[in-house]
């Protein structure tokens, strides 16, 4: 299904825009939200389908993230994470305090809206930029996985808010 959706707005809303730029990110930020969500759905031979859903929700959030000018980041710092497990319609939910401490590096990409961010030059991920206003901004990243009968989709979705 396609869905179009058009936006419209006057010449002055976009005078005080603030462009999202390498060095306009540069600074220290907090998140303001954190969520995820995996959705696994295994489809049996039969046809039938049975479905795994697996979200965490972050909270208390005392976190530094550290964007600098040249590409580079640093992020420490705690916050609450709460996980909603549900297998087979059976629900857990459990809470634990979570630790971030690391760097990596980070490439705006402007004309595309995107931040991709290399953390412990781990896998980089690729993440869609919205709401940028230089003092905040929102970022989603979405992977899905099919074949042999299973489907997955991951989705991370994290609220920068500057210090």
């Known amino acids: 299904m396609l869905v179009a959706i058009t936006f419209t707005s006057c010449k002055n809303d976009d005078d005080n825009a603030v462009a999202f730029t390498q060095s306009s990110i540069a600074g220290d930020y907090s998140f303001s939200y954190l969520r995820s969500s995996d959705v696994e759905v295994l489809i049996n031979a039969d046809g039938t389908t049975i479905t795994n859903t697996y ?16 590409g580079t ?11 909603t497990d549900t297998e087979d319609g059976e629900v857990i939910i459990e809470t634990e305090l979570t630790s971030i401490d690391g760097e990596g590096s980070f490439i705006v990409n402007e004309a595309n809206g995107t931040l991709l961010l290399d953390f412990d030059n781990d896998d980089a991920q690729l993440f869609t930029v919205s709401n940028y206003s230089g003092n905040s901004f929102d970022t989603r990243y ?11 989709t991951y989705v991370i979705e994290i609220g920068f808010v500057r210090q």
């Open 55 to 70: 979200l965490t929700e972050g909270s208390n959030f005392n976190v530094n993230w550290n964007f600098n000018s040249n």
């Open 73 to 83: 980041f640093a992020a420490q710092g705690t916050y609450t994470i709460t996980y």
């Open 142 to 152: 979405e992977e899905m996985f099919s074949g042999g009968g299973f489907e997955d």
